[in-house]
């Protein structure tokens, strides 16, 4: 089963579309988990991005189909964030989510072949597609997103290894930052720089589709800009979008729907701060708190699913 | 001492402008160093990588500016691979060269600034400014290369923790592989995209300086497209350029020799599989061989000063 095939049935088997954005940030951790850390040592701090990951993914296994642990936060506490990242990703898949490394990596030929290397291929992922689980990548994730600087040549070698395990890739096309427009909305004669990204997308996926049209080239499209949002859904058919920025970065249920298709499918719509910090939100802060912070990041998902499907 | 101001010194210092890449490869590695591997595990794997880098590092670290570790191969290996990453990174910067981890991250806003507070800071560079030599990242080293793809207010959080920690970015402008003119040479209205992105580098620089004139945006321009790393030059002058594709790639000295400025600085020039794996190069393989592929080593590394100067 391919990962297109995987990411569409774990949508229909949840009913949501909602992805879960991992960020585990120091200050903003509940207060039962920072109590914890007495020699505010990365391995400390490590052992809390573990903690407060595995619990958010217990709690919301079972209610979206997939997470998004963002690389940079684990980096940030140094080699054992990454050890962290790893254990993280591993209790993701072992729960039956699929998990999305957001690393945004990429670097030309062979080099770019090390990252593929190193995280596409989960061991569930590679079972189920009939393979060798002993194959699965040191980070095991089943998809990376991908920067596309360095052109195709450089996306090329994630594909193969999509080909090989499984997995799939999502690769930056218009992203939700406020600057995103800088370089991806210059006008080269006919089209934006975004939309030549999307048309190398497409192209990666046309040989390459799933029973129901969707290849493993997933694209980034930021919830922030809703027009570009339906121009690239139709421009992208064979790609599963990943939609961040709703929520916290501003983009509301009825700007997003538009990146599904047809069976609400084919995109996953991502919020980080909204639900993993949900403890600290005005309206759920005296409810739950910081004590019952788990029950609010389980409500903020079931209001997001609530919200995307109404 | 800023980050530009450091390197233009280590360049005087060594009289050489080259850069080895430190990019270690399992099957690569000379025959002394796999023949310890017994299990085929990361740990294992992960200290021969060690073991290779720092021994590099003491053989050319006084005869060259810097060193610049590629960090898809340390993460191929998985948190292991991390771990190397960093006593890597610790072993250079304590040996007096300048490291740029060659990591082409980027993300928005407050991820960019994790990436920046992972990476960037070295504790002898903060030092060297009067700091507090505590203050230095994670990882502990002296610059990044960096993607624009996300556009300006992607790379300012990291132009902020440059200024903060005597750091210094390399931002993607040119890459050297055959497909990277996809993106980067489209024509938009005047300029190419990478010229926009030349423009962008020169713009965060002008306020920050040194006395020589140069700033801590850096750029990577490939040295296999002559004509643009003139240009390129031209258009950045107070930029340090990084100069990828020498040697194995391709470039050759006369075509490098551009990106320096009228003093012979401002640029370093990248060699990694021409000088790490000199032992399996057919003009090096007989006198050296595995056995002494640290004097191979050398030799290259003494081959490319060379010719960088004649």
Redesign the interface.
Known sequence: MTFATRINQAISRTGSVTCVGL?PRKSQLPAPLREHIRDNS?HAWAKAYTQFCCEIIDVVKDIVPCVKP?A??F?????A???S??EVIHHATQAGLIVIT?G??????S??T??A???LGSAVAIAAAGGDPAGAS??GSDALTV????????IEPFVDVCDQRAAGIFV?VK??????????D????EQM?YQ??AE?VTSLNVDRLDADGYGPIGAVVGATYPEQLAELRAAMPHSILLVPGFGAQGGAADDVRVALDDSGRGAVINSSRGIIFAHARSEFAEKYGDAKWQDAVRAATEEMNDQLKS
Chains 1, 2 share one sequence.
């Open positions: 960020d990365p963002q940079a936060f980096e940030q506490l140094g080699p964030g990454m050890v990242l790893g957001d945004k990596r990429n670097d030309i030929g080099t770019a090390a990252y290397d190193a995280y040191p980070w920067s596309p600087y360095l052109g195709r040549d450089s930056l992203t939700s930052n406020p600057g995103g427009g800088y370089l991806q210059l006008r080269c004669g720089v030549a990204v190398l």
